[in-house]
């Protein structure tokens, strides 16, 4: 054929005849060489554009058919315009950081949007028309002044994270147990005071409660089977209910800073459990039922005012970091070397009144906080400490280091602030891994800041 080396969609006027000759009476053949012309005639689709950087909604307008995601933040801006359908496949909107109050109806046309944020705004109101945006997956309402949700939530089944912290809420929003498929809920920081767990979905992972007034949880909460991380910290609690322990999911936990006297036994039932937080509650001592807990790697019991450590912790041979910060410490036990696993000690705001020397028997430390105690002394021993990247003793009493702390060949960070220092070691030009150094608000003279610079010419230094 004449035409082979050139065409699949141009055909000679010659062939194109004969062909409607042949097959005129063929309907199915006649929709072919319409397919064919259509695909010599029309013009491609514009674009799909994911973002770029727009200062207003007008800027954006050119190209609304064609964005999917479109972000105005912190541009004070205080209305949304009714053009705003005209975005037609956008799938996410950040409009947060703004001055809104309120949104128009026509943003209910936008049958694509996945993630709204509207933080930092002004709203005093759940925004009627978000309920009947039934695409919606991720809300995020956090920091306006809302008061109340409607049980017309329960209209958006796609929704997998609503985030309404940092608002007046008193309440549980109603209708949440509807949306079967909600993943996390974040209400920190709100007035929330009772907690009806029945009014919340089965299928919730992540649960923020955080910074509100709950004094009681209801035994309602042992519905709540898939939960991974629960946030109850900043209450008002004083027990927690024995269902707690059926959560058998949950792998964070966060209590500190409530009311708790003890645990229950029940407790101990969370096997999952990797990351605890008890710490600031009116504990006499560590709950026995903790040291049961066999996979526990994050363990916080700071602000207990305790003036020993407990000693149940030793038996936690999974933990990879502890807190022990702001009690009344004045050592650490030789007990603390079983923790063999241990990368991560913080223990700031205690009495020590040397470097504790247990800790040098824990190679494998990684990051060690020990800042606002009364340390005078560092042994030399803490050239064990290999494997050191960070090293925290601001707010000592230190006037002298030890020769060794600068042959710690993986330490890059070393905070020296508000101690007595008035000179550093020659050797300190052997610290190679070192990045930062802060030497401020010591007695340090100029002299020698300058030796220091010498140096050290390419650590970060701070005087």
Known sequence: MLIKDRAEFILSSFAISMLLIVVSSNTYAQNVILKVESKQTSKKPYPIKKSTNYTSFEDA????????????????????????NQFTNLEYLDLSLNSITSLPKEITELRKLKELKLNNNKFISFPKEIYSMISL??????????ISINKSLSSLFNLRVLNVSF???????????????????????NHIGNCNFSSLPSSLEVLDLSSNKISALGN??????????????????????????KLGNLN?????????TALPDDFCLLHSLNNLNIGANKFNDL???????SNINILSIGYTKNAKIPEQIFSIKSMISLDISGNKLTDIPNQISSLYRLNNITAHSNEFPVFPVPLFNLYGLKYIDLSNNKIKHIHNDIKNLRFLNILNLNQNAISYLPDEMFYLKNCKIIML???NLKYLPQNIQHATALKVLNLRENPIPDYEKERIKRLL???????
Do not use: H, M, W
Not at 63 to 77: C, E, G, K, M, V
Not at 167 to 189: A, T, V
Not at 252 to 260: D, K, P, R, V
């Open 137 to 146: 997956e991720v809300i995020d309402l956090s920091s306006n002044k809302i």
């Open 252 to 260: 964070i936990l966060e209590l500190q800073n409530n009311e708790l």
């Open 220 to 245: 309602e909460i042992s519905k709540l089977q898939y939960l991974k991380k629960l946030n109850l910290a900043n209450n008002n609690l004083r027990a927690l209910p024995k269902e707690i322990g």
């Open 417 to 419: 602030e508000e101690n």
């Open 167 to 189: 608002n007046k809420l008193n309440s549980l929003p109603s209708g949440l147990d509807k949306i079967e498929g909600l993943r996390e809920l974040y209400l920190s920081s």
């Open 287 to 293: 709950p026995d039922c903790v040291s049961r807990l």
């Open 61 to 84: 307008l050119n190209d609304a058919p064609r964005l999917t995601r479109l972000s105005l933040q912190n541009l004070r801006i205080n209305n949304i315009p009714s053009f705003i």
């Open 457 to 463: 010419p390419i650590v970060r230094l701070t005087f």
